[in-house]
């Protein structure tokens, strides 16, 4: 398994920017499609994007699209969520997950996560 540890969160203005990141630990990171999922109390953990192990697919949930950029850089085993015209209801507990496909991150929310980093958008 591999072992993630994301930075990044804060409190942020309506409107504004943040950059997650998610560090990887093990020599498989590579290997991995790598995704984030938020949740906010009381709710279940929801898909936000995925990225292809090498890079070449990305997918997203509709309320990101156009506002949220995946990327990864297997050098650095790092994966980063940039974050535009963030909105207050974005706020929620950011989590990196690990899995075999962008597929199944979608669908089953990714085999390995993070502790979470948290997202306050304030209006």
């Known amino acids: 398994q591999v072992q993630l540890v994301e930075s990044g969160g804060g409190l942020v203005q309506a409107g504004g920017s943040l950059r997650l990141s998610c560090a990887a630990s093990g020599r498989t990171f590579s290997t991995y499609a790598m995704g984030w999922l938020r949740q906010t109390p009381g709710k279940e953990r929801d898909f936000v994007a995925a990225i292809s192990w090498n890079g070449i697919t990305t997918v997203y949930a509709d309320f990101v699209k156009g506002r949220f950029t995946i990327s990864r850089d297997n050098a650095k085993n790092t994966v980063y969520l940039q974050m535009n015209s963030l909105k207050p209801e974005d706020t929620a507990v950011y989590y990196c997950?690990?899995?075999?496909?962008?597929?199944?991150?979608?669908?089953?929310?990714?085999?390995?996560w993070g502790q979470g980093t948290q997202v306050t958008v304030s209006s």
């Open positions: 997950a690990a899995d075999e496909t962008t597929t199944t991150i979608r669908r089953r929310g990714g085999r390995s």
